[in-house]
């Protein structure tokens, strides 16, 4: 833990809980343990969590990303990614005789479940997400005659279901916790019978990572960077939620990343990484605004959270 005021007057604050959530750590171990254990090549369906710099080290070491199973030679291993896939994808997979190593983080796999639930009562789910993001794509597989995706305010308003009382609800995991609320809002206030499961779909990292975002702006910070890929849902996010606490916020992908002229005027920035943006690329960021005299605040631990999911049973 690092902490005090740093006599520059510029301060650097290094926020926690940051960077992997155990379903990230998961899924990247699963491809790890896969490589010393199998050999290469190890095929992996998409990207296994999104951010690049963790894609293009396992490629060198072997890890070959496919767009599709399709792509996967005939008995080959391919390994899922932490982002789930739909039922198809599976079928797919068994015709092609692929030994599949699904490494979906378990709470992806919850709403699948939920989802698969709702689909045996004939409810209509409405998925709040984004359409186009792998979660939901194989969330939606699950029951796509059932399932409508929700994205926005304005769509929740003009949604229509075949029976107002037998509708569900189900969301993405990485969502912005403030916009989800304001969508079930609408939601809930237009079909009252819908049922929400008795536990929130948002995962803990996904929660924890935007409270601790928020306290370090009510704590001062004028500039947030978040330190993840463009298409990371969560980390996008984020940065949603540090702009609308009154500070300016900007996602990047690694230290070359950052315009100097963010920088001017700011006297406190806090630091912080999407669930699927390893350390190593934090603490660069970390290093270069120390060069510029912030002071380095916060806490040394990216995270602390003490949630572990088991690798999946080939690797157990």
């Known amino acids: 833990m690092t902490s005090g005021t740093p006599t520059s007057g510029l301060a650097l604050d290094m926020v926690a809980p940051r960077g992997y959530c155990a379903g990230v750590e998961r899924a990247i171990e699963t491809v790890e343990r896969a ?57 797919n997979c068994a015709a092609r005789k692929l030994r599949v190593i699904d490494a979906t983080c378990p709470l992806v796999s919850k709403v699948h479940a939920e989802v698969r639930r709702y689909a045996r009562r004939d409810a209509t789910i409405l998925l709040v997400g984004h359409v186009d993001h792998d979660e939901v794509i194989g969330t939606r597989g699950e029951a796509p005659d059932r399932v409508i995706v929700v994205e926005d305010v304005a769509q929740a308003h003009a949604v229509e279901v075949p029976d107002p009382e037998n509708v569900a609800l189900a969301t993405q995991t990485t969502l912005s916790l403030d916009d989800m609320a304001e969508i079930v809002g609408v939601l809930r206030k237009r079909f009252p019978a819908l049922h929400i499961p008795p536990k929130g779909d948002i995962c803990y990292a996904t929660q924890n990572r935007q409270d601790a975002v928020k306290q370090s702006v009510r704590d001062g910070a004028d500039l947030v960077l978040v330190v993840g890929s463009r298409n990371s849902s969560n980390s996008n996010r984020m940065v949603e939620v540090g702009a609308a606490a009154g500070a ?69």
């Not at 100097?260 to 603490?283: F, I, M, N, Y």
Request: proline residues 6%.
């Open 35 to 91: 490589l010393d254990e199998l050999g290469p090549p190890v095929y992996v369906r998409g990207e296994i969590v999104h951010n690049r710099h963790v894609v293009d080290s396992l490629a060198a070491r072997g890890a070959i990303f496919v767009p599709t199973e399709l792509d996967v030679p005939e008995g080959a291993n391919i390994i899922l990614s932490a982002h789930g896939v739909s039922p198809e994808v599976h079928a």
């Open 248 to 316: 300016e916020a900007y996602l990047i992908e690694n230290a070359q990343a950052i315009d100097q002229a963010w920088l001017e005027g700011k006297s406190r920035v806090a630091l912080t990484a999407g669930a699927s943006a390893p350390e190593v690329l934090v603490r660069e960021v970390a290093d270069m605004l120390e060069a510029r005299g912030f002071g380095r605040t916060g806490s040394d631990e990216p995270s602390t959270e003490g949630v572990f999911f088991h690798l999946p049973r080939e690797f157990r």
